[in-house]
């Protein structure tokens, strides 16, 4: 089971990834407040995005998070895009998404059920602990480190032309930075939440054991 300090980081990484407002810094504050307190090395890494964040304007941020979540196509907030593309197997990925939204009384609206904050706001809320393990290791870790994973030939030439540009942080580095501190919480949310469903399984089976040597 997730503990509850790796659920509200979570929530806050939702809210985060959703479309900028004026909350927006306050937002981020929370969240570095929250990651102190669980892991120092995703609350490192949000850093640049919170100074960004905090001496950027509205407009600019709406421009940033377009730009870098809407046309750059390695860092679409849909998990299914980034597992499956187009096909059909995301149309199913939908499916099952909706139906355990469903069925745990969990709503997204109108927005697409797998969406990167819905998929978390989810994953915070969720009682069932093999569904949530299921979902941050084989959807949203892989689909984080794709958005994270920046070619290394591109990543050489950036740092070459960083050196005459404005000590100004990059919109998309800022926002690239933050889904890094977010993989980091999902990792280890990942490790203890499987380590929590492995002892329950454990005890399970071992109550099924000492059941069958009384009977």
């Known amino acids: ?10 929530r806050c990484f939702a809210d985060m990834l959703e479309y900028p407002a004026p909350s927006l810094p306050g937002t981020v504050n929370r969240c570095r407040t929250l990651l102190a307190a669980f892991d120092t090395d995703a609350a490192d890494a949000l850093v640049p995005f919170a100074d960004y964040v905090a001496r ?3 407009p600019l941020l709406e421009e940033a998070y377009t730009g870098i979540f809407d046309l750059d196509p390695k860092c679409h907030l849909y998990i299914g895009y980034h597992l499956f593309g187009d096909s059909y197997k995301r149309s199913a990925f939908l499916i ?3 139906e355990r939204f469903s069925a745990s009384g969990f ?25 949530a393990q299921e979902l941050i ?33 990059r919109p998309g580095a800022a926002y690239i930075g933050m889904l890094d501190a977010l993989r980091m919480v999902l990792e280890r949310a990942s490790a203890a939440g499987g380590a929590n469903t492995r002892m ?13 040597k009384g009977a």
């Open 1 to 10: 089971m997730i503990g509850a300090i790796a659920r509200d980081n979570l």
């Open 137 to 169: 290791d084989d959807a949203l870790l892989p689909s984080l480190e794709r958005m994270t994973d920046r070619n290394p030939s591109a990543a050489a030439a950036e740092s070459a032309t960083e050196a005459l540009a404005p000590p100004e942080p």
């Open 56 to 58: 950027t304007p509205l």
């Open 107 to 131: 709503s997204v609206g109108d927005e697409l059920p797998d969406h990167l904050s819905a998929m978390l706001r989810f994953v915070a809320m969720t009682t069932d602990a093999i569904v």
């Open 96 to 98: 099952g998404l909706k």
């Open 200 to 212: 329950e399984e454990r005890s399970r089976d071992l109550a099924l054991l000492d059941g069958r």
